[in-house]
Structure formats: C-alpha cells, structure tokens
C-alpha cells in the first residue's frame, strides 16, 4: 500500500497576511455598520441647527447614499474575513479573492494619503501607511506561496 501524501505545512507569512487581512476585516465592517447607523439616521438629524448650518441644505437621498456606502464597506469586510479564513485551509478561490480585496484596499489606502484641505497629519499618514503596508504584506505573502496552495488543495 503507498502511504497517503503528506499534506505540507502552512508557511507562517500565510496565517500573518491571514491574520492581517482579518484584522483589517473587521474593522471594515465595524466601520461600515457605523456608517450604516448614520445613514439610517440621517433623516432624523438633518434638519438639526447644527448640521443644517454647516451643511446648509442636503436632499434626503444623501442618507440613502451613506447607508449603501457604509453596506459596501459592511460586505467587504466580510468578504475579507471570510477569504482570509479559508485561505488558512489552502483554498485557492479564497487566495484570489484575498489578493484582489488586499489589491483594492492598497489602493484606497494609497488615496488617503493625499493630502486634504487641511494637510496631512502624522496620525493619519501613519494610519495609512500602515494599511497600506499590511495589505501589501498580504499580497506579497499570497502571491509568492503558489506552491504551497497547489500542493494544499490536490486531494489526499
């Protein structure tokens, strides 16, 4: 009888862009659930003094666009968590997934460095960098583990 082939080990940059990318999951959708709320909300606060006087007058469908918006971020960030999950099991869908969500969230990541009215602040550069940085990780630790996805995903 042939032995069963062994089923290779996971390489540690695997579980850390794992990690990150779920890291970075949860927050995106924490922040899209918050930005849900107030797109929920904003009818009822739109017309308070204060926001009227800064924002003067803003059409309902603003409030529709927050709730969509903060539902996108909601979903990508589950998707996020989800790919990086099964990425931890050798799912190959799931490492294309992740590398294409890591893609995009390096790109946004990328545009929020670009300095505001304001100018850029030390904390939020180093926000930025540092998404930017753990979705680049990612993307590097993805794409240079081929042979471990191939040789994890063939059937025992």
């Given at each position: 009888?042939?032995?069963p082939p062994?089923?290779?080990?996971?390489?540690?940059?695997?579980?850390?862009?794992?990690i990150?990318?779920?890291?970075?999951?949860v927050?995106?959708?924490?922040?899209?659930?918050?930005?849900?709320?107030?797109?929920?909300?904003f009818?009822?606060?739109?017309?308070?003094?204060?926001?009227?006087?800064?924002?003067?007058?803003?059409?309902?469908?603003?409030g529709?666009?927050?709730?969509?918006?903060?539902?996108?971020?909601?979903?990508?960030?589950?998707?996020?968590?989800?790919s990086?999950?099964?990425?931890?099991?050798?799912?190959?869908?799931?490492?294309?997934?992740?590398?294409?969500?890591?893609?995009?969230?390096?790109?946004?990541?990328?545009?929020?460095?670009?300095?505001?009215?304001n100018?850029?602040?030390?904390?939020g550069?180093t926000?930025?960098?540092?998404?930017?940085?753990?979705?680049a990780?990612a993307?590097?630790a993805?794409?240079?583990q081929?042979?471990?996805?191939?040789?994890?995903?063939?059937?025992a």
């Amino acid at each position: 009888m042939a032995a069963p082939p062994v089923r290779p080990a996971r390489p540690g940059v695997i579980t850390a862009a794992s990690i990150i990318l779920i890291i970075f999951g949860v927050i995106l959708g924490l922040l899209g659930l918050l930005v849900m709320l107030g797109g929920a909300l904003f009818p009822a606060i739109k017309d308070s003094p204060e926001l009227a006087g800064q924002l003067g007058s803003v059409p309902e469908s603003f409030g529709t666009f927050i709730l969509v918006l903060g539902a996108i971020m909601t979903a990508w960030g589950s998707l996020q968590v989800v790919s990086a999950i099964f990425v931890l099991s050798g799912r190959t869908w799931a490492r294309i997934t992740a590398m294409i969500l890591a893609i995009l969230g390096a790109l946004i990541g990328l545009a929020t460095i670009i300095p505001g009215e304001n100018g850029l602040t030390p904390v939020g550069a180093t926000i930025s960098l540092l998404f930017v940085g753990g979705h680049a990780f990612a993307i590097w630790a993805l794409a240079s583990q081929g042979r471990w996805f191939a040789a994890a995903s063939t059937p025992a």
